[in-house]
């Protein structure tokens, strides 16, 4: 027998009732319609004791006022996702992960709104852990290659006497492993500082030719090795950008460096600057054997190594690094290129940007 509506249960009050993330619904002048158990955890507030009473007695937050969530997503029509720190009714502070949405009705009215928050207390403690393990491995993991490495170059220059021929060639293959292997560390520590935001953008005036031409020079020799041509195609006139310049000439060693290793010898690698107005591209280009399709979208995940690796050495931090310094400023980065046909990677930069 069909159930009449009256008799369906209600399962939207239900649903809400059963989430581990706090709910809490308001109507038009923001007084609460409705406050599920994990709510009444985080305020102190039973739903009894809730329903009628303004939103900011109830939720009490840092964002209360002319920054509230709540208020600007029911008049932009938008999701806005804050973190903030929640005071319950016994004083104690919260930190939480807000999401506030407008409530609209099938026709676009305008019902109210409706708020979930998560302590992300748990979540927080975890980053700080990981920010103190890398502080950790910056001096705990490399001090003691760097020193190796030092040792090695000491033994090489015969400081503890005259080598022989084999003794030399293998101490040569061990010196560069050494360098190998602190390279992999440091790009594994910039990684994870630019992840945690404890590396963030120090803004400065950036001259962009000049700082592609630093590029070009560095990587020349590492070319001329392999018979590639680098050339740098760049608008004549001057364009600045504000940057910050060490990051930005990793950005773009990186992917030039990416594109020398992947190229055939004699070939060409384009480093091209386009002034798009409010944002300046870069492009590089090589001749390699491109990227099969499957692989473009995991290139800038970290240590993702995709088909087209061959022999090459490295554990996919280049690219993941990139694009953590062109979010860090603001910008897009992305691949275009067909197998055997070669590969072009881009990003753009904002010429200004507020790194705060």
Known sequence: MALSPSDLPDWPHFIIQSMADGVITVDGEMRVTD???ASEKLTGFTRQEALGRFCG???????CGREC???MAMSSGEIISREAVLTNRFGNKIEVMLSASALKDDKGNLL?????????APLKHLENERRRLVSMFAHDLKAPVVGMAGLLSRLLRGKTGKLKKDQIS???MIHGEMQRL????TNFLDYSRLDLHIITP????????????????RLRPQAEEKDITLKLESPQDIIVLQADPILF?????????NAIKYSPPESIVTLTVRDLGEEVQFAVQDQGPGIDTQDLPHLFELLYRGKGSGQESGLGLGLAIVKRIVDAHGGRIWVESEAGKGSTFFFTLPKKFNFE
Not at 182 to 185: D, F, K, P, S, T
Not at 207 to 212: G, I, L, P, S, Y
Not at 249 to 257: I, K, P, S, V
């Open 35 to 37: 406050l599920n158990r």
């Open 57 to 63: 007695e109830v939720l009490q937050s840092s964002m």
């Open 69 to 71: 969530p709540l208020k």
């Open 112 to 120: 109210g709104g409706v708020e979930t928050f998560r302590d992300i």
């Open 170 to 172: 293998l101490l040569e």
């Open 182 to 185: 602190e390279n992999l560390i």
């Open 202 to 217: 120090v803004r400065s005036a950036v001259q962009v030719e000049k700082e592609c031409l630093e590029v070009i020079n």
């Open 249 to 257: 000439q990793r950005a773009l060693g990186n992917l030039t460096d």
